[in-house]
């Protein structure tokens, strides 16, 4: 019986969602009747040892894989879960998403001690978030709102919002409804007001391009409906060359969305890029039924509004 190693960060939630994969292959392997058994291999990324710097200043997205996709490639490791809003837009030659599992709430989730809503904060509220994306559409909502850097893990933020005089902070839904903690939730951002993170709610099973054992075990738990949705996302932020270090979010959604998709099923995405101050947000939206070609024809559009003008300054 062959052991598949299950790369992974050692953050809670990243233990969680991976023992609920694991959970998940299980079940598939035990009705395929497949002679397969996991174990799960912690790794420390150099995004989990960089707590005093905000992401825009480290080096973004790859700071949570690279560490893992090496071990991959190196055959230390046989798969890899990771938070699909982690992951650049283009992944290393040999490696490829074997998988991408049901998404979960892709909004944001304010938490508060004592409002229920981004517009019941008092005036100069103090709201912590790390990410560009947010801080530029939060700032152009709400501009009196004062943001500050949070880091850490989802549990030390929720611990900093009682110990670091925060009115509220901003976390992804998902990682508190993974975690159990939604209760933790005081409201969602709506996508109007806050576009999610490329990704955001779904997870990326990673593995090698040329194991076809697993791939065929990773396809057994592939949601179509979800993988179609990111990969428009994902096309968006590759022609943007987007990451942590730029304001960019996106957002797919199926128009039919009780509907089993298919080939040619519609979907329509919506991207936005704004300036780190949030006096300029650029958004547009477009229906197709080709997810490469969605992204692209979103990302050309706010290009020809001035995005990348925008994006080269914030690189600068």
């Known amino acids: 019986?062959?052991?598949?190693?299950?790369?992974?960060?050692q953050s809670q939630l990243a233990l969680t969602q991976t023992g609920q994969v694991i959970e998940a292959l299980e079940r598939i392997c035990a009705e395929k009747q497949l002679p397969l058994r996991f174990e799960t291999r912690k790794i420390v990324t150099r995004g989990d040892q960089?707590?005093?710097?905000?992401?825009?200043k480290v080096g973004g997205k790859g700071l949570f894989v690279k560490e893992i996709e090496q071990a991959m490639l190196d055959g230390e490791i046989d798969l890899a879960v990771h938070s699909m809003k982690d992951m650049p837009a283009w992944l290393p030659d040999g490696l490829?998403?074997?998988?991408v599992p049901r998404r979960v709430d892709p909004r944001d989730a304010l938490i508060s001690l004592g409002c229920q809503s981004i517009d019941e904060l008092r005036e100069g509220a103090k709201v912590g978030t790390s990410s560009l994306r947010r801080a530029s559409?939060?700032?152009?909502?709400?501009?009196d709102l004062i943001l500050e850097p949070v880091r850490g893990n989802i549990d030390s933020r929720l611990r900093k919002l009682e110990t670091e005089g925060f009115d509220a902070i901003i976390l992804a839904a998902a990682g508190l409804y993974r975690?159990?903690?939604?209760?933790?939730?005081?409201?969602f951002l709506p996508v109007d007001v806050c576009l999610p993170a490329v990704g955001q709610g779904a997870l990326g099973i990673e593995c090698r391009e040329n194991d076809a054992e697993v791939r065929h075990l990773l396809s057994l738990y592939n949601d179509r409906s979800t993988a179609l949705s990111v990969a428009a996302e994902r096309e968006f932020l590759g022609v943007l060359n987007?990451?942590?270090?730029?304001?960019?979010?996106?957002?797919?959604e199926h128009l039919q969305a009780d509907a089993q998709p298919s080939e040619g099923a519609m979907l329509r995405l919506t991207g936005m890029v704004g300036s780190p101050d949030g006096k300029t947000i650029l958004k547009e939206s477009a229906v197709g039924?080709?997810?490469?070609?969605?992204?692209?024809?979103v990302a050309e559009r706010l290009m020809a509004q001035g995005a990348g003008e925008i994006l080269a300054e914030v690189r600068g």
Do not use: E, F
Not at 1 to 9: A, Q, S, W
């Open 1 to 9: 019986m062959r052991t598949i190693v299950v790369g992974t960060r």
């Open 50 to 56: 960089i707590l005093d710097v905000t992401l825009s």
């Open 137 to 143: 559409q939060l700032k152009a909502y709400r501009p």
């Open 96 to 99: 490829i998403n074997g998988a």
């Open 242 to 252: 987007g990451g942590c270090q730029v304001p960019i979010g996106a957002y797919a």
């Open 179 to 187: 975690m159990g903690w939604q209760d933790r939730i005081s409201s």
């Open 289 to 297: 039924s080709d997810p490469q070609k969605l992204g692209q024809m």
